[in-house]
Each structure stands twice: as structure tokens, then as C-alpha cells.
Nanobody
Framework: QVQLVESGGGLVQAGESLRLSCVAS????????MSWYRQAPGKEREFVAA????????YYADFVKGRFTISRDNTRNTVFLQMNSLKPEDTAVYYC?????????????????WGQGTQVTVSS
């Protein structure tokens, strides 16, 4: 079993930045595909960004390209999401997810472990 714990959410104004963190409980973290998803009230949970352990590749949803950056520190079992130029439409609960199988997936059903989420609220 893997536990994922997110932190770093909060209330900011449009144009400001936040950095989310997600710490995994297992050392095998370094072999997992790690992603961030978000869910706004009344909407489906949607893919935001992913980092692939064996290639170092990163992938982003179109709506965050150029503004968000995903990174990971395998020595600390931690994945980050740096969010710049935040917009009110970025308001959501942000979730960290881990996929044991290799490779990228943007489908939430392909992920094995989820954190409890951290709230991000962007005011206009």
C-alpha cells in the first residue's frame, strides 16, 4: 500500500503562484508514474500533469502548458507542481496520483493510489 499526502494548497489572487507537494510513503516511488489531477465543484476529475520515472518525461494538459511545471525528487519520494500565473478557473481540489505500471496515462482509472487532495482557490 502506498500513501500519498499532498500539501501546499491555499487561497491566492489571480496571477500569483503556488507550489504543491506530494510525499509518497514507499521507496518504490521512484519507479512510479506520478501525476496531478484536479476536480472543480460539479466537474469531472481531470488530468493536469505527469512525470514518467524511467524517461524523465513530463506531460501537461493544454490548459496549463506554460504555466505549471511538474517535477520530482526521488530522494525524498516527493513530486511537486509549481503553478504560476494562476487563474480563477484553476480553482479546484488538486490530487496526487501514482501509477505502478510503466508509461504515461491520462486516464484516472489507470492510477493505483491517490492522495486526499489539497484545495486551491484563486480569487479574481
Amino acid at each position: 500500500q502506498v500513501q500519498l499526502v499532498e500539501s501546499g494548497g491555499g487561497l491566492v489572487q489571480a496571477g500569483e503562484s503556488l507550489r504543491l507537494s506530494c510525499v509518497a510513503s514507499r521507496r518504490a516511488f521512484s519507479r512510479y508514474t506520478m501525476s496531478w489531477y484536479r476536480q472543480a465543484p460539479g466537474k469531472e476529475r481531470e488530468f493536469v500533469a505527469a512525470t514518467i520515472w524511467n524517461t524523465g518525461s513530463t506531460y501537461y494538459a493544454d490548459f496549463v502548458k506554460g504555466r505549471f511545471t511538474i517535477s520530482r525528487d526521488n530522494t525524498r519520494n516527493t513530486v511537486f507542481l509549481q503553478m504560476n500565473s494562476l487563474k480563477p478557473e484553476d480553482t479546484a481540489v488538486y490530487y496526487c496520483a501514482a501509477r505502478v505500471s510503466p508509461g504515461l496515462s491520462t486516464q484516472r482509472y489507470d492510477y493505483d493510489y491517490w492522495g486526499q487532495g489539497t484545495q486551491v482557490t484563486v480569487s479574481s
